[in-house]
């Protein structure tokens, strides 16, 4: 037995509830139990019971012992003092022992169906990936779908203290706070501290100030990034590199040191070199893309606008004086909507809750729609028990109910778990 699934019968009142007497020998009747307390105190806030005919008001506590009070310490916090109930499990002190003749002791170990703790206790030492799997082909569709659109809004809340913090440091600029997290998704898990570095050294500013110059934009980017080289003899690389020495003078840039940049075991459509490439042109097309993906209502028209083609110079290399067989470096799909989960959606989202504009969460929430579902093992998982997303917001909602809820065995959470627990046939 534990507390959480005390707590969770206490909530959802799951107990017996008619003539029930307290340990000291008092009739109670449970008016109102109460609010369950997240922080630090009482386990339910404002519970209101009837003890021989007098009505109280006050806070409940839960415990699986009665000896719990102790062992906490609650006897010596003043955060304790209005408990109008203790709720225990089981009693395991005498009324000589317990010194707790003033609150009432309600033991309930007898006032509930032992099969829901049974079925509780199954997920809890389940095996499998997902620990209601056998069952959850029981639970209604409409409740499924209600509770993938909450899990798809915690999982973007949860990204907010990241977000808001980079928001913060780039001095409240939404502009630069899209930015760097476009970056960072550009450089994806080899290169991530590569891009983020970039980002801090290189201002978004300042390549707006040359968004119509496609070969300054990318002279800042390749420049900043430490990859422009005096002895490069091509035409395109040497008039890069005397482009960012004037830039890095005007704007009194440092470069980051290169060694960062990883190019073994990836494929050359990977390469730092191409991704910057493809960012460059991201900005030359389309200036200051926080105001185009705030003002485009459209969210396959935001998707169709991150799929650019890199310059000329391009077609023909992965990396700066080394020539590849011709092929237009177009920025694949695949990337693109790891840009609009990762990045785009979840500060367009942040944004909408920071500024008050619900339309704008939304908007967040219907370009997920439109990018197709993911594929990773834990979707995998997903569409053999019978749950098959239809588009990323389905897919991002399901790998947070697996991580959130499923692998930390938080049943007493979540709506598909709470609906099989409480289901008639256990």
Same mark, same amino acid.
């Given at each position: 037995?534990?507390?959480?699934?005390?707590?969770?019968?206490? %909530?959802?009142?799951?107990?017996?509830?008619?003539?029930?007497?307290?340990?000291?020998?008092?009739?109670?009747?449970?008016?109102?139990? !109460?609010?369950?307390?997240?922080?630090?105190?009482?386990?339910?806030?404002?519970?209101?019971? /009837?003890?021989?005919?007098?009505?109280?008001?006050?806070?409940?506590?839960?415990?699986?012992?009665?000896?719990?009070?102790?062992?906490?310490?609650?006897?010596?916090?003043? $955060?304790?003092?209005?408990?109008?109930?203790?709720?225990?499990?089981?009693?395991?002190?005498?009324?000589?022992?317990?010194?707790?003749?003033?609150?009432?002791?309600?033991?309930? $170990?007898?006032?509930?169906?032992?099969? @829901?703790?049974?079925?509780?206790?199954?997920?809890?030492?389940?095996?499998?990936?997902?620990?209601?799997?056998?069952?959850?082909?029981?639970?209604?569709?409409?409740?499924?779908?209600?509770?993938?659109?909450?899990?798809?809004?915690?999982?973007?809340?949860?990204?907010?203290?990241?977000?808001?913090?980079?928001?913060?440091?780039?001095?409240?600029?939404?502009?630069?706070?899209?930015?760097?997290?476009?970056?960072?998704?550009?450089?994806?898990?080899?290169?991530?501290?590569?891009?983020?570095?970039?980002? =801090?050294?290189?201002?978004?500013?300042?390549?707006? $100030?040359? =968004?119509?110059?496609?070969?300054?934009?990318?002279?800042?980017?390749?420049?900043?990034?430490?990859?422009?080289?005096?002895?490069?003899?091509?035409?395109?690389?040497?008039?890069?590199?005397? /482009?960012?020495?004037?830039?890095? %003078? %005007?704007?009194?840039?440092?470069?980051?040191?290169?060694?960062?940049?990883?190019?073994?075991?990836?494929?050359?459509?990977?390469?730092?070199?191409?991704?910057?490439?493809?960012?460059?042109?991201?900005?030359?097309?389309?200036?200051?893309?926080?105001?185009?993906?705030?003002?485009?209502?459209?969210?396959?028209?935001?998707?169709?606008?991150?799929?650019?083609?890199?310059?000329?110079?391009?077609?023909?290399?992965?990396?700066?004086?080394?020539?590849?067989?011709? %092929?237009?470096?177009?920025?694949?799909?695949?990337?693109?909507?790891?840009?609009?989960?990762?990045?785009?959606?979840?500060?367009?989202?942040?944004?909408?809750?920071?500024?008050? $504009?619900?339309?704008?969460?939304?908007?967040?929430?219907? @370009?997920?729609?439109?990018?197709?579902?993911?594929?990773?093992?834990?979707?995998?998982?997903?569409?053999?028990?019978? @749950?098959?997303?239809?588009?990323?917001?389905?897919?991002?909602?399901?790998?947070?109910?697996? =991580?959130?809820?499923?692998?930390?065995?938080?049943? @007493?959470?979540?709506?598909? !778990?709470?609906?099989?627990?409480?289901?008639?046939?256990?």
């Amino acid at each position: 037995m534990n507390e959480h699934f005390l707590q969770y019968i206490w %909530k959802n009142k799951l107990i017996q509830t008619q003539d029930i007497l307290t340990l000291q020998g008092h009739k109670i009747f449970i008016e109102d139990f !109460g609010i369950q307390n997240n922080d630090a105190g009482p386990d339910f806030l404002n519970s209101i019971i /009837e003890m021989d005919g007098i009505r109280w008001a006050g806070n409940v506590e839960i415990h699986v012992n009665t000896s719990d009070w102790y062992k906490h310490n609650h006897h010596k916090d003043d $955060k304790y003092r209005n408990i109008i109930l203790h709720v225990v499990y089981e009693n395991d002190l005498t009324e000589k022992e317990s010194v707790l003749s003033q609150i009432p002791v309600l033991e309930i $170990k007898n006032l509930f169906d032992k099969k @829901l703790y049974h079925k509780y206790r199954s997920f809890l030492i389940s095996k499998n990936r997902v620990p209601c799997q056998s069952d959850i082909d029981k639970t209604e569709g409409i409740l499924i779908t209600s509770w993938l659109n909450r899990l798809l809004a915690e999982r973007l809340e949860r990204k907010t203290d990241e977000i808001y913090h980079y928001y913060k440091y780039f001095n409240n600029d939404w502009s630069e706070t899209l930015y760097y997290f476009m970056c960072k998704n550009f450089g994806f898990k080899k290169n991530g501290i590569g891009f983020e570095m970039l980002a =801090k050294s290189l201002p978004y500013k300042i390549l707006m $100030k040359h =968004k119509d110059r496609l070969l300054q934009i990318e002279a800042l980017l390749f420049g900043q990034a430490g990859m422009l080289k005096e002895s490069y003899t091509g035409p395109y690389p040497k008039e890069l590199y005397d /482009e960012y020495n004037f830039l890095r %003078k %005007k704007y009194e840039l440092k470069q980051i040191n290169n060694t960062l940049w990883k190019f073994a075991r990836l494929r050359p459509p990977n390469f730092p070199t191409i991704r910057l490439a493809q960012l460059a042109q991201i900005v030359h097309l389309h200036g200051n893309v926080w105001d185009m993906i705030i003002n485009d209502e459209n969210p396959v028209s935001i998707k169709e606008k991150f799929s650019v083609i890199s310059s000329q110079y391009w077609n023909n290399h992965y990396m700066f004086e080394k020539e590849s067989p011709g %092929k237009p470096k177009k920025l694949g799909e695949s990337c693109i909507e790891n840009i609009l989960i990762n990045t785009v959606a979840p500060v367009m989202f942040i944004y909408g809750k920071h500024a008050l $504009k619900p339309s704008l969460c939304e908007k967040a929430l219907n @370009l997920l729609s439109v990018v197709k579902p993911e594929k990773n093992s834990i979707i995998s998982n997903w569409e053999k028990i019978g @749950l098959k997303p239809a588009n990323a917001a389905d897919t991002q909602a399901l790998i947070e109910l697996k =991580k959130s809820y499923c692998t930390p065995r938080k049943c @007493l959470q979540c709506a598909i !778990g709470n609906a099989l627990l409480k289901e008639k046939t256990y």
